[in-house]
């Protein structure tokens, strides 16, 4: 079943507020020092704390505005298995905090080209993908 057009926005809307407040607050923790506390503390006995904070550092480099901050795939992946240290010094603010307060302060989105969108191949990056279905016939 399909939400109606207007539900469906703001539905989407209200989930694109979530997750940047849910950003917000993980790097305002960070910045602090004090990561574990987005844990939900129901998980406490069954987590390990420090690999979960490692998980939320590595979201926070995959999040950086410049896209040369940001690890490779093979790099993010052996960071969450913890064969590589995450170096906390890399992580900068995401640009996604900016756009998402200039959102909530004015009820706007930035315009494209205060975004930080870069022109340059060496800052920016593309991907083409083609997805195919392959069933069975009936």
């Known amino acids: 079943m399909k939400l ?6 703001l539905l989407d809307k209200s989930q694109e507020v979530i997750h940047g407040l849910l950003l917000l607050q993980t790097w305002s923790l ?3 020092g004090e990561l574990e506390k987005i844990i939900d503390p129901c998980l406490y006995e069954d987590l390990d ?3 979960a904070c490692r998980f939320l550092k590595v979201g926070l480099l ?3 505005d410049i896209t040369k901050l940001r690890p490779t795939m093979t790099m993010a992946l ?3 298995k913890g064969e590589l240290d995450v170096d906390s010094k ?4 995401p640009a996604i905090i900016q756009d998402f307060m200039q959102v909530k302060l004015t ?3 930035p315009p494209i080209s205060s975004l930080g969108i870069a022109s340059s191949s060496d ?3 593309r991907v083409s993908l083609t997805f195919t279905a392959i069933s069975d016939r009936e």
């Open 30 to 32: 960070f910045q602090r």
């Open 123 to 125: 800052d920016s990056t």
């Open 49 to 51: 704390k420090e690999e």
């Open 4 to 9: 109606p057009y207007e539900e469906q926005l």
């Open 107 to 109: 009820g706007e989105r």
């Open 90 to 93: 890399q992580i900068s603010k």
């Open 62 to 64: 995959c999040t950086q």
């Open 78 to 80: 052996r960071m969450l």
